[in-house]
């Protein structure tokens, strides 16, 4: 069974700070894996997509790297702002069989101080 | 605005009562499905649809069902609730089901609690 794993857990930096989230997952048979933004009390954003043949997607300050060998996949966000403050979700689309859907990591809580 | 509704957005129930969360579409999304989020768990699927008429199980379906008269509803009924359904609901939906570039659109959400 596909299994995510975020960590940290929890971050919390200063504005204008670079800093990389980590997503790791055990089996490599993927389609592809989103990130996801959270605001406290909503719902999910999608922040970026990456096929299983692709090795990274940017958006703006955005940047996420996938790297199915090593079962491991990072969003990188340069110069970190008060509204990034947000918790931050991975998921995989699994080749294997079983059910439908996405698999999620537990998340990392983010939060950037003034 | 074109997105995903859901409501009500809080419920409170008490156990054994019966309650239907609504979810609605305008994108025309051929799929949707429902997750449900609990504290340290992550998101967990409990059913999907990949067309009017069409559902299927997710990974904790029991104590849950689902029907899709129409491609933009795809509501979720508790038949006899119980405090281990106590979470936050999400619906969600995207244009196929297919492992391409099919972004996920979520609802901001349904937070039941059964007492």
């Known amino acids: 069974k596909q299994e995510v794993t975020q960590i940290p857990a929890a971050l919390s930096v200063p504005e204008g700070e670079n800093l990389v989230l980590n997503c790791s997952f055990t089996?490599?048979?993927?389609?592809?894996l989103q990130w996801f933004r959270q605001d406290p009390g909503k719902g999910l954003t999608s922040l970026l997509l990456?096929?299983?043949?692709?090795r990274e997607q940017t958006s703006g300050r955005l940047n996420a790297s996938l790297d199915k060998s090593s079962g491991r996949s990072t969003l990188y966000i340069a110069a970190s702002q008060p509204g990034d403050s947000a918790t931050y979700l991975c998921a995989l689309k699994g080749r294997g069989g079983g059910a439908d859907g996405l698999t999620f990591g537990k998340g990392t809580h983010l939060i950037i101080q003034p | 605005n074109a997105g995903v509704t859901q409501t009500p957005k809080f419920q409170v129930l008490k156990t054994g009562q019966s309650m239907t969360l609504q979810c609605a579409q305008d994108m025309n999304h051929e799929y949707m499905s429902w997750y449900r989020q609990d504290p340290g768990m992550g998101l967990r699927l409990i059913h999907y649809?990949?067309?009017?008429?069409?559902?299927d199980q997710g990974e904790v379906p029991n104590g849950y069902n689902v029907s899709r008269s129409t491609t933009e509803d795809f509501p979720l009924r508790l038949l006899s609730a119980a405090p281990s359904q106590t979470s936050v609901y999400f619906c969600?939906?995207?244009?196929?089901?297919?492992?391409?570039?099919?972004?996920?659109?979520f609802g901001a959400g349904s937070r039941l609690t059964v007492l």
């Open positions: 089996d490599s048979a993927i389609y592809n």
């Open positions: 649809s990949v067309g009017a008429g069409i559902t």
């Open positions: 990456i096929q299983s043949s692709q």
């Open positions: 969600a939906s995207s244009y196929s089901r297919g492992p391409g570039a099919n972004v996920l659109t």
